[in-house]
């Protein structure tokens, strides 16, 4: 069993940045393929940022590139993400997930077996 705990969320203005944190219990997290996902009043939980085991590829949907990056320390067990240039649109609930398998990275909510609670961010304009 994995346990994920987020922290790093908060109020900011636009035009601010945040870095969330995600730590995982468990030997073997460097295995682990990470993501974030959020959820926004209202909408379905949507696809952020992943990255492999390594660290060595990460995704991103279109809505984030360029502005927000996802990174890992597998001796932490701690997955990243930093977002820069905040929007009120990016206000959201922000969950971490792990993925078994680590070698392929997933923008779907069913390719990953292990979820934290999520974290609020809120941006105001």
């Known amino acids: 069993q994995v346990q994920l705990v987020e922290s790093g969320g908060g109020l900011v203005q636009a035009g601010d940045s945040l870095r969330l944190s995600c730590a995982a219990s468990?030997?073997?997290?460097?295995?682990?393929?990470m993501g974030w996902f959020r959820q926004a009043p209202g909408k379905e939980r949507e696809f952020v940022a992943a990255i492999i085991w390594s660290g060595t590829s990460t995704y991103y949907a279109d809505s984030v590139k360029g502005r927000f990056t996802i990174s890992r320390d597998n001796a932490k067990s701690t997955v990243y993400l930093q977002m820069n240039s905040l929007s009120p649109e990016d206000t959201a609930v922000y969950y971490c997930?792990?993925?078994?398998?680590?070698?392929?990275?997933?923008?779907?909510?069913?390719?990953?077996?292990?979820w934290g609670q999520g974290t609020q961010v809120t941006v105001s304009s």
């Open positions: 997930a792990a993925k078994i398998n680590g070698k392929f990275g997933s923008d779907v909510e069913r390719g990953y077996n292990y």
């Open positions: 468990g030997r073997i997290f460097s295995s682990y393929g």
